[in-house]
């Protein structure tokens, strides 16, 4: 069971909606959530897909092999992370 904490106007919206419809709240939602999920052109969760952007990620090793470590100046604070974003990105973009 989830639970929404949705405010009044949007409540009484779906309940108007539902009334218009004949149907209970409960089925209207769930109706609602069934139409937009048949209208997705790709499953939300393509484990396939998953699989392959997570190659090199299989074991520790792997992951720190494909990884950036963050040198601890640019923990500092927001302005020193973006210094050092910018820094990387003139890197990236002189090699």
Same mark, same amino acid.
């Given at each position: ?5 949705? +405010? +009044? $106007?949007? %409540?009484? =919206?779906? %309940?108007?909606?539902? @009334?218009? %419809?004949?149907? #209970? ?8 959530? $069934? @139409?937009?999920?048949? #209208?997705? +052109? !790709? ?15 299989? @074991?520790? &090793? &792997?992951?720190?092999? @494909?990884?950036? #470590?963050?040198? !601890? ?6 302005? #020193? ?11 990236? !973009? =002189?090699?």
């Amino acid at each position: 069971m989830i639970t929404l904490d949705l +405010p +009044p $106007q949007i %409540q009484h =919206s779906i %309940q108007a909606y539902a @009334n218009e %419809q004949g149907v #209970s709240v409960h089925d209207y939602i769930v109706q609602a959530i $069934q @139409n937009r999920l048949a #209208s997705e +052109p !790709t499953m939300l969760f393509d484990i396939d897909v998953m699989k392959e952007r997570l190659k090199g990620l299989e @074991n520790k &090793e &792997e992951a720190l092999k @494909n990884s950036v #470590s963050v040198p !601890t100046w640019a923990l500092a604070d927001f302005d #020193s992370f973006e210094k050092w974003l910018a820094e990387r990105d003139a890197l990236r !973009t =002189s090699v």
